[in-house]
């Protein structure tokens, strides 16, 4: 049986064994790296992209360029060969309706993601980027397969059932309606 690691905001982890690496995420973004000739894997959790102010952090691997390299440094600290790394790319959702999506941090956290493995030869084996849900993310770094479970936001939830009241109360409104006269 593998042993499970559960990695949150800021965290990664990378192993050379059978593992699993699982983490949920909404509008933050996990990279899954992998080298498949050794065998070896790991996973990181973004929360923003860019990079830690280095005097004034609280955890440099919560920001996108300082969780990459620490990710890349990881693998190769254990063995993993940098230059056959592949990506599997997760996350970036839209969950807060009240923010415009191109402002959106999941947005900036998928951009970021996608330009940094491009501008480091890394190849994106396959991504599930944006949308509206939040995803379950479980990594198997002895295969490098990866399992996503999709959740319903409450916060969609929420939204989808205010825009439809408030289509069915204008339809309301704009229903003729008796008039008395006293």
């Given at each position: 049986m593998k042993k499970t690691i559960s990695i949150h905001i800021g965290g990664l982890h990378a192993s050379r064994g059978s593992a699993i690496i699982e983490t949920t995420l909404g509008s933050c973004v996990a990279v899954c790296l992998y080298d498949p000739l050794k065998q070896i894997g790991g996973m990181n959790?973004?929360?923003?992209p860019g990079k830690a102010d280095l005097l004034h952090f609280d955890s440099a691997a919560r920001y996108g360029v300082n969780a990459m390299e620490l990710l890349i440094n990881r693998i190769m600290a254990i063995g993993g060969n940098r230059f056959q790394l592949v990506a599997k790319v997760f996350g970036g959702a839209h969950l807060l309706p009240s923010i415009p999506i191109e402002n959106g941090v999941g947005k900036k956290n998928a951009e970021f993601v996608v330009e940094f493995l491009q501008?480091?030869?890394i190849k994106i084996l396959c991504c599930d980027?944006?949308?509206?849900?939040?995803?379950?993310?479980?990594?198997h770094t002895d295969t490098g397969d990866v399992f996503l479970k999709r959740i319903s936001s409450s916060v969609s939830k929420i939204d989808q059932r205010e825009r439809k009241m408030m289509s069915k109360i204008r339809k309301q409104a704009e229903k003729?309606?008796?008039?008395?006269?006293f």
């Open positions: 959790h973004i929360l923003l501008m480091e030869k980027l944006g949308g509206y849900e939040t995803r379950k993310i479980y990594f003729p309606t008796s008039i008395t006269l």
